[in-house]
C-alpha cells in the first residue's frame, strides 16, 4: 500500500531555514508528480508546491513563491521541501501528497490535477 | 480566478441527507475533487472528476455538478462522516492547485 512518512519538522526561529523530507513506497515514486500541502492550526488546506515525475518542472503556491525549493531523489524515493525566511505564518502541519490523475507516455509522465494519497503529516511551529 | 467558495458549517441529523456545495469560476471548464478530514487524521479522497468514487469510498458519497457549483451530497449520514469536507480544482495545466475553505459537516 501506498506509504508516506514526513520527517524534519520541529520548532524553529524566526528567518531561519528549514528542510522536510518525505520516504515513499508502495508505488511507482519516478512515474508520480509529488506534493507538499500544508494547514495552519484551525485553518484550511493550503497547497505548497509539486514537482514533476523527474524533478524537471516545479511550481509554487504564491504564499511561498522564492522562499521555497522542493525536489526529489527517485533513487532512494524520497521528496524534500527546503523553505527559508520562515515567517511565523509558515506555522503549520505540511502534508507530503502523491499526485493523482497524471499519466505517462512516450517515456513522459504529467502531473494530474489532483491528490490521492497523503502522508500523516509533520508540524513546523515558526517561532522565536 | 482559483476562488472556490463552501458554506463554513453544515449540521444534518443521522439519516437525513447533507449537501456540501462548492462554487468558483473553474467550474464547469476543470474538474472538482472532494476530501473529507477529520480531526487529527490526514485528508482523503472521496470524489474525484466531479463525480467518480474512489475504491473503498461507501456508496452514500455522490458528487454532481452544475454550472459553476459542485455539490457533495451525502445520504443516509452516520455519525462517523462529521469531519472537514474541502473541494479542490487546479488549472487546466497541473501548475497551479487551490482548495475551498472547506466545511464542517456535524451529524446532530
Redesign the interface.
Known amino acids: 500500500q501506498v506509504q508516506l512518512v514526513e520527517s524534519g519538522g520541529g520548532v524553529v526561529q524566526p528567518g531561519r531555514s528549514l528542510r522536510l523530507s518525505c520516504a515513499a513506497s508502495g508505488f511507482t515514486f519516478r512515474n508520480s508528480g509529488m506534493h507538499w500541502v500544508r494547514q495552519a492550526p484551525g485553518k484550511g488546506l493550503e497547497w505548497v508546491a509539486v514537482i514533476s515525475y523527474d524533478g524537471s518542472q516545479t511550481y509554487l503556491g504564491d504564499s511561498v513563491k522564492g522562499r521555497v525549493t522542493i525536489s526529489r531523489d527517485n533513487s532512494k524515493n524520497t521528496l524534500d521541501l527546503q523553505i527559508s525566511s520562515l515567517r511565523p505564518e509558515d506555522t503549520a502541519i505540511y502534508y507530503c501528497v502523491k499526485g493523482g490523475g497524471g499519466h505517462c507516455g512516450g517515456g513522459v509522465c504529467f502531473i494530474g490535477p489532483y491528490f490521492d494519497y497523503w502522508g500523516q503529516g509533520v508540524p513546523v511551529t515558526v517561532s522565536s | 480566478s482559483f476562488d472556490l467558495t463552501q458554506p463554513p458549517s453544515v449540521s444534518v441529523s443521522p439519516g437525513q441527507t447533507a449537501r456540501i456545495t462548492c462554487s468558483g469560476d473553474s467550474f464547469p471548464k ?2 472538482a ?1 472532494w ?1 473529507q ?1 477529520k480531526p487529527g487524521r ?4 472521496i470524489m ?2 466531479d463525480i467518480e468514487r ?1 475504491s473503498g469510498i461507501p456508496e452514500r458519497f455522490s458528487g454532481s455538478s452544475s454550472g459553476a457549483t459542485v455539490t457533495l451530497t451525502i445520504s443516509g449520514v452516520q455519525a462517523e462522516d462529521e469531519a472537514d469536507y ?1 473541494c ?3 488549472d487546466g495545466s ?9 466545511t464542517k459537516l456535524t451529524v446532530l
Open positions: 476543470h474538474y475533487y476530501y478530514q490526514a485528508p482523503v479522497l474525484y472528476k474512489p474541502y479542490q480544482s487546479a497541473s501548475t497551479y492547485f487551490f482548495f475551498g475553505g472547506g
